[in-house]
C-alpha cells in the first residue's frame, strides 16, 4: 500500500477543497459553512458526524469494526481578520478576512484523509476520528471543545495533528518529541502618575518615563534571569499614552505577549515582571498595575508517538528532511489535547516562492506550496499505521 501515491492520486480534490475554503474563510467561533461543508462531505464518506460542538465544531467518525487503537485527528478551521493582497483566482471573497495561517490547508488534509480512511478500511484497524476545531487563532476552541466532553466521548488512545509551516520549505519535516511550540500568556500593565505641563516636569509625575524604565528592564529577565538554555520571550506590543505634545499624560498602558516551553521559567518571568513593576512604582513615585492571563499551555509531543510519526516519514517512499530537534515560540492550542491525550504534532515545509519570495504566516500575501498538503495526510495515515503494530 503506497499512501503517498494514494493521497497523490486525490490532490486536485484536495486543491480544489483548499480553494473552495479559502475564498470563503470565517473568523473564530463563526465557522458556519466551513462546518457545514465538512459534515457535509464525511456523511457521504460515510462517516458518522457529531457537529455544534463549541459552536462550530465537527467530529466526524469511522469505525473498522476490528480490534485496534482509537486515534484523534485534530483540525483547525478559522481564519484571521486581515485583508488579502494575494492576486490568485482563488483570492479571498471576504472583506477584511483571510485564511492566512494555513487554516483552509488544514481542513482539506482532514477531507482527505477521510477520503483515504474510506478507500483503505479494509486494511485498517481501531476507529478513526476527525476533529475540526474552531477558533485557534484566539486560543479557545480547544478548551472549550474539552470543556463539552469530546475527549469523553471518543476516548482516543493517540492524537495527530500537523501545521503547514512556512518558515521552512516543503519535503522539511518539524517532529520533536517534548515540547514543540511555546505556552502563551498575555500581560497589561497600567502606569498611572499625575498629569501636567510638558514644560514643567517638576510638578508631573511622567508615566511615560517610568513605562520606558519598565520595558528596559524587561529585556533583562531573559539574559539575565533565566538558564540561557531556557527559551523565552516578553514582547511589549502595544504602548498608549498622552494626547498632545506639550501634555503629560496621567496614565500609559502597554500590553505584550509571554512565551514560554517550561512553568518553571513562567514562574521565573512572572515573579521578576511583578517585582520590576512595583519597584518601579516606588522608585517613580507612581502606580503601577500588572494582570497576567494564561492563554495557551505550550504543545508538548509524546516521544514514544513522535518516533512512530518519524519512523513513518521514512517509509514515505518521497525524499524528506527530518528535524527531531526544530523548537518555535509560537503557539497553538492544540496543546491542550496533547496535555491528555499522547500525540503528535507536526510541522509540516510549505514554503510557498513561486515569485522568489515566502510570506510568514499571518501575512496579508502568505500562501503555501499545496504539495504538503499531500505529504501531511499520507504522514498521518502511515503514522496510524505504525501505532496500530
Not at 486525490?10 to 474563510?25: C, I, K, M, N, V
Not at 505584550?256 to 521565573?268: K, Q
Not at 497553538?332 to 510568514?360: I, R
Request: proline content about 4%.
Amino acid at each position: 500500500m503506497n499512501l503517498i501515491e494514494l493521497a497523490e492520486s486525490h490532490f486536485s480534490q484536495t486543491q480544489a477543497d483548499r480553494r473552495q475554503l479559502h475564498r470563503s474563510p470565517e473568523l473564530a467561533f463563526k465557522e458556519f459553512k466551513t462546518a457545514e461543508f465538512v459534515t457535509s462531505r464525511l456523511r457521504e464518506l460515510g462517516f458518522t458526524v457529531k457537529n455544534g460542538i463549541a459552536g462550530t465544531g465537527v467530529v466526524a467518525s469511522f469505525d473498522t469494526g476490528k480490534v485496534g487503537p482509537s486515534i484523534l485527528f485534530r483540525f483547525d478551521m478559522d481564519a484571521l481578520p486581515v485583508q488579502e493582497e494575494n492576486e490568485v483566482e482563488y483570492c479571498s471573497q471576504v472583506t477584511g478576512k483571510m485564511h492566512a495561517c494555513g487554516h483552509d490547508g488544514h481542513v482539506a488534509i482532514g477531507l482527505t484523509i477521510g477520503w483515504m480512511i474510506q478507500q483503505i478500511q479494509d486494511q485498517l484497524t481501531g476507529s478513526f476520528h476527525l476533529l475540526f476545531q474552531p477558533a485557534e487563532e484566539i486560543g479557545q476552541g480547544a478548551v472549550q471543545m474539552v470543556k463539552e466532553g469530546v475527549l469523553r466521548e471518543i476516548k482516543p488512545d493517540y492524537l495527530l495533528g500537523v501545521h503547514l509551516w512556512n518558515e521552512k520549505p516543503f519535503g522539511w519535516l518539524g517532529i520533536t518529541g517534548g515540547p514543540l511550540m511555546a505556552a502563551s500568556s498575555t500581560f497589561e500593565i497600567n502606569v498611572i502618575g499625575k498629569g501636567g505641563h510638558g514644560g514643567q516636569p517638576q510638578t508631573s509625575v511622567d508615566p511615560i518615563v517610568a513605562s520606558a524604565q519598565i520595558i528596559n528592564q524587561f529585556q533583562t529577565i531573559v539574559s539575565r534571569n533565566l538558564n540561557p538554555f531556557d527559551s523565552a520571550v516578553i514582547s511589549v506590543c502595544s504602548i498608549h499614552g498622552g494626547t498632545s505634545f506639550n501634555i503629560t499624560p496621567s496614565k500609559v498602558v502597554m500590553t505584550g505577549t509571554i512565551r514560554y516551553l517550561s512553568e518553571s521559567v513562567y514562574a521565573t518571568m512572572r515573579q521578576r515582571m511583578k517585582e520590576i513593576c512595583e519597584n518601579t512604582a516606588k522608585a517613580m513615585g507612581c502606580q503601577v498595575k500588572l494582570t497576567l492571563e494564561d492563554l495557551v499551555g505550550a504543545t508538548c509531543n509524546d516521544p514514544v508517538v513522535a518516533g512512530k510519526a518519524r519512523q513513518s516519514a521514512s517509509k514515505l517512499n518521497r525524499t524528506v528532511q527530518i528535524d527531531s530537534g526544530y523548537q518555535t515560540m509560537l503557539s497553538e492550542d492544540v496543546g491542550v489535547f496533547l496535555a491528555q491525550v499522547p500525540g503528535c504534532f507536526v510541522l509540516v515545509g510549505a514554503g510557498e516562492s513561486a515569485d522568489g519570495s515566502s510570506y510568514p504566516h499571518h501575512h496579508p500575501r502568505f500562501n503555501f506550496d499545496e504539495r504538503a498538503m499531500t505529504l501531511s495526510a499520507a504522514l498521518l495515515i502511515q503514522t496510524c499505521l505504525e501505532l496500530a503494530r
